[in-house]
């Protein structure tokens, strides 16, 4: 029995190193698309505020970037395109990726 102890101590011991080194690597934010500014083109940067009364937070957008809309990939003139037709943008949640490290934009969604 004491053998069992042991080594379940020893082996939560050794686990506690390895749960202090998680690191955040994304973060997300959640706009409300008449909050949100998409770029024009793959290589722009995308305008957004991370509170209704914050200002606006601007971030770089690449060729990697993923725009989704209702989980599918789209080109983003398809996402742009399906984003002006929202009758109302206020009530329209968006999620966005950034990647902490590059300090850029990897994904925007929307669920309609």
Known sequence: MK????????L???????AAEF???????EVALSD???PRAEGGT???KEC?????VRYR???DTQYRINGKAVPLGKFRAAMSQVADPDNEAVTVLRHVDRNQVTAI???L
């Open 23 to 29: 690191r955040t690597v994304q973060e997300a934010y």
């Open 12 to 18: 939560l011991a050794l686990a506690l190193p390895a």
């Open 3 to 10: 053998f069992r102890v042991l080594i379940t101590a020893a």
């Open 52 to 56: 209704r009364t914050c200002e606006y």
């Open 61 to 63: 957008v690449g060729a």
């Open 46 to 48: 995308i305008a957004f």
């Open 109 to 111: 969604s929307v669920y």
């Open 36 to 38: 949100l500014r998409l």
